[in-house]
């Protein structure tokens, strides 16, 4: 029996009188990166720190690896979490490299392992320098490395990309989709969606405790039912003035864009395809950016009683 690596059954969370999470059901599976979304105060680190047994769940059941992470016995599988806290602190008088290898000890790693891993992010330069010396871009590479130690099981990166300039950003991707690769699962949770998208399995977006939408994002999109942005280039005015396609021109701001819903979609690729004027094609669908959007604003409509 395939046994996912982390299974949240009707999972709450209360602080006091209030419910950081409500019903929270998923399964991950081995090799399965999931992004974790939603606006402040979501319930996004509170579900990471119960996938890691820091805090307990006030209902229902979580178990990582086969085991309640709060529990005594879960004590062993730590060793195969990696963390990466959202305000990442450290020891400010020690040097990087003091610090993870002080960090790689404690998973039963040497100093060599954590100089491999300053080098991987880009920061071995600095190694030998202090803590307090280092921009929060390099502090937020030396948390990276930290939760990269031994290759772990289960990573969970809670805003991993914040103050990371692009190249440290497609790295830390790039080592992603290496984890992947090599078998780990991984959480990563985040506020800055463009890019996100080609490295995640699913996605679940949380809002005040609750999940919105969870899946693929082929079945995140299939269910939002957003419009395909089409946008031929080489027609002029041919599009306005065909009658087919002119009713998908639904935009004041993006007047040569045709907004079609998935189920028109290959109708109106096989009509636009028929003009020999036509020079070159975008198809984009939803992006992850939109999904989000929608699911939100649905949410705020569903509340307010419309339609
Ligand atoms: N230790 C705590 N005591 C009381 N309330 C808490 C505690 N930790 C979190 N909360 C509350 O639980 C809710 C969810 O917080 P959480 O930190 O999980 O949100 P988040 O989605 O990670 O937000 P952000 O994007 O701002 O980091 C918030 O209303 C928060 O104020």
Partial sequence: MNVPLISLQNVGKKYQQLAALESVSMNLNQGEVLGLFGHNGAGKTTMMKLILGVVSPTSGSVEVMGMAPDSKEAWHSRAKIGYLPEN????EQLTGLEVLTYFAKLKGYNKKAAIDLLEQVGISHAMKRQVKTYSKGMRQRL???QAFIGEPKLLLLDEPTVGLDP?????????VDQLKTNGSSIILCSHVLPGVEQHIDRAMILSAGRVLAAGTLSELR???DLPVRIKPKGLNGAVSSDPKLNQFLTSELEQQTLFVPEQDKLTILKQLLSYDAMDDIQIEPANLEQLYQHYLTQQTSEFRGEQ
């Fill in 143 to 145: 948390g990276l490395a």
């Fill in 222 to 224: 299939k269910n939002a």
């Fill in 88 to 91: 990442v602190s450290f020891y």
């Fill in 167 to 175: 190249i440290a950003t497609a790295d830390f991707y790039r080592t």
